[in-house]
């Protein structure tokens, strides 16, 4: 039985299809501030994530013609994003470099203060730890929205968030932070 959000995504997807511009703007307002939180768990950058995020919706609507099942298409695109998100970490070596080369500079390592212990507790989550944390904590979604997102029960977004929580508070422990 398909849930009513699913539903109207596929109803939004139909009519995209057909070449109604405004339900393709009706899925990008209510998919893009999970695709940014995706992007992000992922980029571990803001700005980043946004562009990501952007360049997720434009492949979605240039391929939402191989879209199978138009119920899916939160899942979808949050692969879409996935995927656009892993191709720009793979290139941010290369443009770091270069600009490190044009400025002549290199970028600062962060301060060892308490934000910067807790966001490297968070980076060294697994992906798809850190995919739950960032769509819960950063993007405050419910576990129905994350179940959606991720194709995932809400038992199981109940799993890794615990999973996250134990390895972070591990994680502080070991830097000197108390229970």
Sequence with gaps: ??????????????????????????LCRR?????IAIADSILLDHHLAEDAAQEA??????????LKRPESFGAWVGTICRNVAKDVLRELPRQRKATEQYTGQQQNCADCDQMAIITNAVQQLPQHLREAVFLRFYNEMSYEQMAKVLEAT????????????KKIAAYLIKKGFRR
């Design 1 to 26: 039985m398909m849930r009513m959000a699913e539903v109207e995504d596929q109803i939004l997807v139909q009519q995209a299809l057909r070449g109604e511009p405004k339900s393709f703007s009706e």
């Design 31 to 35: 998919y893009y501030p999970s695709l």
């Design 57 to 66: 919706l434009a492949e979605a609507c240039r391929n939402l013609k191989t």
């Design 154 to 165: 809400q038992q199981s977004i109940d799993g890794r968030l615990r999973r996250a929580k």
